[in-house]
């Protein structure tokens, strides 16, 4: 309904009812006494009176009232009925004219007292058709929020210029602010004082990279290499991983690294569409059949594409002794290292329910490009039951190693045996 129309259809509507209201008090009030009522009185009146004058004149004839008393009952008679007939007129007149004049002045001021009260208490201008609020408004409400988180941080920090999840937050807030260089700043101080804090890492490669006009080459993926050695699992190093080989045109790798990713994703969650749709177009690039593979096998921690190249194959068991210490959802990590203690070259991420573990470790695992599996001869098996979730090692950990694997070899049988101190 246009403005006009909903305006004139309140005013209307609103008249109606005074209108209403008036029709109901009014005509009591506005009512005159009838002339029929008045004059059937006194005629009654009139007709008493000439009865009891007949009835004197009748008494006289008979001599039963002499003319003195006949006279003076006469005149008494006659006096009465002129003082009766004034009283009438005098009680009538005032009423009725009263009665009127407040009719009418109920008819002249209800209405302007209604709609002065209106004007008053109520709100005309929401008659009146609002203006949309600028469609900027929420933008500039959420960024005078994020200035005021990013205020409290910074005076956080004043006074403790240590707490490295602190400098971590920041650097989050600052980023979503587009606020590139403070954002690296904060990011920086955070992998000082957290050099095991794999997302600090793969944070800060984002950041250079948008910094960077979305360049990954470089410095960012050497942050995103370490990140993912930290943590195989780390969310953002593998999507910064996968979209660097995209680029790269390394399709298999980024398959591989997406499909870590979606592993750890409810299906339901935007992001894990986001992600499946990045691994179907590098499939039709020529990646392979990631996401085919993982829905025939979906309780299969091994990414479900391998790169062409050697491969280790084999059983991860567990000591009869360190069953009771565990519980199906312990998260699990399979290494392969170059040498003992050596740095991660690929990894299955797993859980304890899953024991024992037929595994197939591929190129498709590495935890960089550039340094895959098929590039060792020999290397390190080591596999770790993480309490905390976490691939860095901590007190309480349940874990095995089994050191010279060859490269290719099959059949291999890797027992988790001891608890680290």
Not at 177 to 201: D, H, N, T, V
Request: glycine fraction near 8%; aromatic fraction near 6%; hydrophobic fraction near 45%.
């Amino acid at each position: 309904m246009s403005p006009f129309w909903s305006v004139s259809l309140f005013w209307i509507v609103s008249v109606l009812f005074v209108a209403i209201a008036l029709a109901l008090v009014l005509p009591p009030l506005l009512r005159r006494p009838s002339g029929p009522d008045k004059l059937g009185r006194r005629e009654i009146n009139i007709a008493v009176y000439r009865d009891q004058l007949q009835e004197m004149e009748a008494d006289r004839a008979n001599g039963q009232l002499a003319d003195e008393q006949f006279h003076a009952a006469r005149l008494e008679l006659e006096a009465r009925l002129a003082e009766d007939a004034l009283g009438q007129n005098a009680a009538t007149q005032p009423a009725t004219s009263s009665g009127r004049f407040l009719g009418y002045t109920v008819g002249v001021l209800l209405p302007i007292a209604v709609f002065a009260m209106y004007f008053w208490l109520g709100n005309p201008g929401a008659l009146l058709p609002q203006a949309d609020a600028p469609s900027a408004a929420p933008a500039q409400a959420a960024g005078h929020d994020m200035s005021k988180l990013a205020r409290e941080m910074e005076a956080k920090l004043q006074s403790s210029p240590g707490d490295g999840k602190a400098w971590m937050m920041l650097g989050r807030i600052q980023a979503a602010q587009q606020r590139w260089e403070e954002a690296a700043k904060a990011y920086q101080k955070a992998i000082e004082l957290m050099p095991g804090e794999a997302s600090a890492r793969s944070a800060y490669a984002e950041v250079l990279a948008l910094r960077n006009n979305r360049e990954l080459g470089g410095e960012p993926m050497k942050l995103v290499r370490e990140a993912l050695a930290l943590d195989p699992s780390d969310r953002k190093g593998l999507e910064l991983a996968g979209i660097a080989a995209f680029q790269g045109k390394n399709y298999k790798e980024a398959v591989a690294y997406m499909t870590r990713l979606y592993q750890q994703l409810s299906p339901d969650d935007p992001y894990a569409k986001d992600i499946q749709s990045a691994i179907q177009e590098a499939e039709r690039a020529g990646g392979g059949n990631g996401l085919d593979n993982l829905s025939a096998q979906p309780s299969a921690p091994v990414p479900p594409t391998a790169a062409a190249g050697a491969s280790i194959k084999g059983k991860v068991e567990i000591a009869a002794a360190l069953k009771s210490r565990i519980k199906d959802g312990d998260v699990m990590f399979l290494f392969a290292r170059a040498g003992q203690g050596g740095p991660p070259i690929a990894v299955i991420r797993s859980t304890a329910g899953q024991l024992p573990l037929e595994f197939e470790m591929t190129d498709a695992m590495a935890m960089n490009p550039d340094s895959k599996l098929s590039s060792f001869k020999n290397v390190t098996l080591a596999v770790r039951i993480a309490k905390s979730g976490q691939p860095m090692g901590a007190t309480g950990d349940l874990e095995g190693s089994l050191e010279g694997v060859k490269v290719g070899a099959q059949g291999v049988k890797l027992t988790i045996d001891k608890v680290r101190q």
